[in-house]
């Protein structure tokens, strides 16, 4: 069975930082391209960032770049999102998720990641 959990989300100001963590199990880590999506209330679900099965590659929105970072630990099956400089647009809940073999220029595909983590809560107050 697998599992994707997210933790680290919460409540902070902006121009904040927080750092969400995903951990998986219940599948082979290494063979998945992960990514962090978000969704706002009212809003459809939208791709944040993705990182490939190796963690040499990396997608980030534009939105994000250069505020937010994404990176995984194979070894300890967790992928990481780094987020500095918050706005309070970067309100949402946000979402872990696995893709198997998901090529770079399909990193922002949302139809192709088939597991997805139950989601953690970040508000930015302004």
């Known amino acids: 069975q697998v599992q994707l959990v997210e933790s680290g989300g919460g409540l902070v100001q902006a121009g904040g930082s927080l750092r969400l963590s995903c951990a998986a199990s219940g599948l082979t880590f290494r063979t998945y391209t992960m990514g962090w999506f978000r969704q706002a209330p009212g809003k459809e679900r939208e791709f944040v960032a993705a990182i490939s099965r190796s963690g040499s590659s990396t997608n980030h929105a534009d939105s994000v770049k250069g505020r937010f970072t994404i990176s995984r630990d194979n070894a300890k099956n967790t992928v990481s999102l780094q987020m500095n400089s918050l706005k309070p647009e970067d309100t949402a809940v946000y979402y872990c998720?696995?893709?198997?073999?998901?090529?770079?220029?399909?990193?922002?595909?949302?139809?192709?990641?088939?597991?997805w983590g139950q989601g953690t809560q970040v508000t930015v107050s302004s």
């Open positions: 998720a696995a893709g198997p073999y998901i090529s770079d220029y399909d990193f922002r595909r949302k139809s192709l990641y088939v597991y």
